[in-house]
Structure formats: C-alpha cells, structure tokens
C-alpha cells in the first residue's frame, strides 16, 4: 500500500510505539497516585510535557496541557475563553478552518455570538487588511490555522499575531494542528495565546492532543473533574498516548527527513502538472507558503471519487475534496472560499506525504495516475472543454 | 466518501459501453442540481426500433457509473419500449448494483434518466418522420391517433393513465404525454 494521506493520519513511528510500549504493559499506574508506581508515571508525563513543549517553542513547559485530540483543544480553546469573558462576543476566523473551528463557530453564531468570516484569495491566501478592519474593542478571540489541512497553505501567523495584538485586546488562537511536525514553530517569539495540536498528525498514537495556553492567561475549563493538569483539565491522563505525543515531537524534531518529503512531493506535484493536461494546482504556487508535505491538485472535469476508488484499487491512498453523501454532494468549503470552479472543486485529489514515503512510491503513483485520470476523461461528458484543454497543452 | 467495494465497485473497474454509439445516434442528458454531477447516454437505433449500440459519458459519483454501465449494457438489443420500461425500474436497478446502491437513488435516477431522454429524443424524430396516414403518437408502442381517438370515445376515457391501460399508448417513454393530453382534450370536448 502506498499511503498519501498523511494530513488525514499518519502510521505510528516504531519509535513511538516503542516509548509506549511499557506503559501499556507493566506501567499501568495513575499518575494522580502517591505511590511510586503512580509517580513513575507522573514523570513519563512530565517527560512528554517537556518534549512536546520543546518541538512547539513555548517558554514554560507547563504551558502545555494534554487533551483527547486536537478538536477538543480548539473547542476548549475558544469555548473555554468566551465562558470566561461573558461581556466580549465577538469573533474573527477564516472560512477555511477546519471542521473543529468553523462548525464551533457556526454554532457559536447561532447562540448568539458575532463572528466575522475572513475570505480568502484564489490561491488560498488572507488579506491581512480584512483582518485589521475586523477588529474591534469587544473582539474576543481571533482563530486562525497555521496551515490549511487541504491544500497545505501557511498563513502567516507572526504578522497576524503582531496585527491583533497592536489593534485588539482579542486572544490570538491558532489551530496548529496540520502544521506541527511539519514545519518549524516557535511559539514563545510569537504573539500566539493559544494554540491547538493533535498527535495522530504527526506519527503518535490517535486519541491525544494538547493545547498550548499562554503563561498568565485563563480558561474556563472544557471538562470539569478531578485536578488533573494542575486543575486545568480534569480526566485521567491518557500516559501512554501522552508519552506516544512526547516521543513523537522528539522525533519530529529531527527535521532531515523534513527536505526528503519536500524533495519528493515536490516531484509528484511537478510531474502530475506537467503531463496531466488537466490538472491545476489548488494552492499558492509559492512553495515558501505551503506545507512541504501536501499536494492539492485538481482534475478538471473529472469526478474525484472516481479517481480516488481507482487509485484505491492501485493500492494508493489519498483523499478527495468532494464528498457525495446521496442527496447532496458538498464540496470542500475551502475550494469554494477560494473561487475554485466546481468542475475542477469536483475533482480535487489531495496527495499528503509523510516519513514513510519512499521515491519509488512516488515513481509508482505517477505511473499509474495518468492512465486513470485518462479512463476518466475519456468518458467525461466535457468533451468540448476537454478537447480544448488538451489541445492547449499539445501545442506548448 | 470511498463507496465500499461491492458490486458498484466492481462494475466500476470493468466498465462498459463508454462513449458515443455510432452516428447517427439520439442523445440524452441529465444533471443534477443537488449534486452537479452530469451523465449522457447516446443510443444506435435500427429500423425495427431496436437499440443496437448504447453508451455513455459522465462526470458524476461510482453509483452513477455503475449504473449507466449496467443499464446501457441491459438495454442493447431491446426495443426502445422495453428499454423505457426496463429505465423505469429503479428498484431492479438499484438492487443489480448491490447494497452501496441502496441509499443512492438519486444517482441511479440521473442514470435512468439520461436513458430515457435518448429513447424521447428517437420518439420525437420518429413521430416527426412518420409518413403514415394516420399520425403515430405513441413511438414505443406504435399506437396511432385514431386509435387513441377511438378508445377515448368508446370507453370514455378521461385520464393519460386509462389510455394507457386502454390501449398501451405513453406506456413506454412518456414522451407522448402531452399529445395524449391534447387529444383527450379534444375528444371530450375541452
């Protein structure tokens, strides 16, 4: 199987398993326990606190708070700061967050809160004016994602961070959660307040997350309970999942392997753009803006899940944007945000790479992809549009 | 979403009749506004009103492929109105397409549909052709206006659906409705 949906989840590491592995056997203490059992795991968790606090750049390590995936930080992250702030309503985010932040805040709107949607341009990209008109005295909180879990595009987080905090009193969250692993972060030289990861993302374990909550700043809490994560978050810590988080931010931290995806998404991305008449890129162009991992790519009159089936039975996993659920056939709101024509919205492939992927792989699925992509164009009703498409690339 | 792999799947990965039947041929459409996906299916038809050669061309979801793979294959060799019939079916369609079919009528719909418009568009073009004394009316069925006429009269019919049981007029394509509507009109007086 060659797997190229990393953004979706990625295969745990052995080095993460490995880490985990006593902690599912003979490890099995509470870590709220006094006995030294319960202390041995205490420190597991406290190891990982560091790790992850470390990959992310946080000044203090008890920034970090471990949570069950990374929706619950991005609901607790907005959730917990509007409980705690009942006079400020407003809201400022993109229309292209992921589900965990835009439907929040579609429900946030229906109970009363104001929430101003940021467009974005043809390549996926904000303009920061819109954001700076946007705010306002009583803004709350301004969410915004690092990288786009679609097509890869980087917002600039930095400047966005530098625009709310010079015009606002707003909190600044980030939903981190494609991008950690990925790129670089340094949070502590940023003017981020909060911000969202997930394990599962980056080669640890489904089912743990963490949410980095600025020294000094409070939250009510999402789950209430015991005195976990110095009374932040209540629920026994998940320690081997936690300790699977930790090591894999170790692991992430050695970015060598970072060039070689880059390098080999980068042949992918080429490759299909030059042979495949009708493909085009969905996305920034400017690599420098995008994740180096993700390939958004758009089959002009073509129907993804057709492709994705038959890339499927060729042993090859990726995912599509468009999503035929009987009546209704949605496609990505992000494509849409970003005046993507639905002809090409419908056969949108997003190829996501990752550490295991090899150069033969890559080599396997762009031998295979063209002669799907032409099955698929052979019998598309398109024919005029097609023919001109093709005929356009047969004369360059 | 992935449709499971079943028997859409499988006629998905060995498709046929893609592409366009021999000229001349009559063609039909169908799109969906719920879920933009666009199908159309071209048909060969040969002087004993037998469809010799169906395919077709889409843009829609594997359901939906399927589906005009299986019902253009179905229908080679029949005549148009044993096609409009066997394009009316829906259950029957849906269920040769095995379980990941069976919430997805619609797209079998858009199937049938694309079938049918081809079948309307050679009644049109035969009824607009037809030399005979007496007007042709319903193409499928080869029933004739008098006969129409004459059934209205006799049995005092007043609705498509008792010219149809009456005499098998619109029974096929249906795109004789409006003509039976008009005689209907004509004969009892309206």
């Known amino acids: 199987m060659i797997y190229l ?12 398993f490995a880490a985990m592995r006593p902690f599912l056997t003979e490890a099995y203490g509470n870590p709220s326990s006094a006995h030294s059992l319960g202390q041995r795991m205490k420190a597991a968790v406290e190891r990982a606190r560091e790790q992850v606090a470390e990959l992310i750049g946080t000044a203090h390590a008890s920034e970090i708070v471990f949570t069950s995936c990374g929706s619950e930080s991005d609901n607790w992250a907005i959730g917990g700061f509007l409980e705690q702030n009942p006079t400020r309503r407003h809201i400022i985010t993109t229309r292209v967050e992921h589900e965990a932040v835009r439907n929040l805040c579609a429900h946030l709107e229906k109970i009363g809160c104001e929430v101003t949607w940021l467009g974005v341009n043809e390549n996926g990209e904000l303009n920061l004016d819109d954001l700076h008109q946007a705010l306002r005295r009583d803004t709350a909180i301004v969410s915004v994602m690092l990288a786009n879990n679609e097509t890869g595009v980087l917002f600039p987080i930095d400047e966005i961070g530098k625009i709310v905090r010079e015009n606002s009193d707003a909190v600044f969250h980030v939903d981190g959660v494609q991008a950690v692993g990925k790129i670089p972060i340094d949070l502590k030289n940023s003017e981020v307040d909060l911000f969202a990861l997930s394990g599962h993302k980056l080669h640890a374990p489904q089912g743990v997350g963490a949410l980095y909550i600025r020294e000094g700043l409070k939250l009510s809490p999402f789950i209430i309970g015991g005195g976990q994560e110095f009374g932040r978050r209540a629920g026994t810590s998940a320690v081997p999942n936690i300790v699977g988080l930790g090591a894999a931010c170790e692991l992430a931290k050695n970015v060598d392997g970072h060039d070689r995806i880059e390098h080999l998404r980068n042949k992918l991305e080429d490759e299909i753009l030059r042979t495949i008449p009708n493909a085009r890129l969905n ?18 009159y073509v129907e993804g899940e057709n492709i994705l089936v ?6 090859i996993c990726v995912s599509t944007g468009s999503a035929c659920h009987s009546t209704t056939h949605e496609s990505s709101p992000t494509l849409q945000a970003m005046n993507v024509p639905y002809t090409a919205a419908r056969g949108s492939i997003r190829f996501s790479l990752g550490r295991y992927n090899t150069e033969a792989e890559i080599d396997q699925t762009l031998k295979v992809l063209p002669e799907i992509i032409g099955k698929l164009v052979e019998m598309s009703p398109y024919d005029e549009e097609l023919k001109a498409l093709y005929a356009n690339r047969a004369q360059l | 979403m992935r449709v499971d792999a079943g028997l859409a799947a499988e006629q998905f990965s060995n498709l046929k009749n893609v592409g366009e039947a021999a000229t001349p041929n009559f063609t039909g459409r169908s799109a969906s506004f719920a879920c933009g996906a666009v199908a159309r299916v071209s048909l060969h038809i040969d002087d004993a009103q037998r469809i010799d050669d169906a395919k077709f061309k889409v843009a829609g979801c594997t359901v939906l492929v399927a589906a005009l793979s299986v019902l253009t294959e179905q229908v080679k060799n029949k005549t148009t109105a044993e096609a409009a019939v066997l394009a009316e079916d829906l259950e029957t369609i849906e269920s040769g397409l095995g379980p990941e079919a069976a919430d997805r009528g619609d797209c079998v719909l858009l199937a049938s549909e694309a079938l049918l418009e081809a079948i309307r568009a050679y009644s ?16 499928c069925f080869g029933v004739s206006e008098r006969t129409i006429e004459n059934e209205i009269q006799t049995k005092h019919l007043n609705s498509i659906a008792s010219v149809t049981r009456a005499c098998n007029a619109g029974a096929g394509c249906r795109s004789c409705y409006p003509l039976i509507e008009e005689i209907l009109e004509e004969v009892n007086g309206k």
């Not at chain 1, 949906?5 to 993460?16: K, Q």
């Open chain 1, 5 to 16: 949906d990393n953004n979706a989840t990625t295969r745990v590491a052995p080095e993460v």
């Open chain 1, 283 to 300: 996305g920034t162009p400017d690599r420098a803006r995008r994740l180096p991992n993700t390939a958004n790519i758009s089959f002009e």
């Open chain 1, 310 to 315: 038959q890339l499927d039975e060729a042993g």
């Open chain 2, 124 to 139: 049109d073009s035969a009824r607009d052709q037809w030399d005979g004394d007496d007007a042709l009316i319903c193409t």
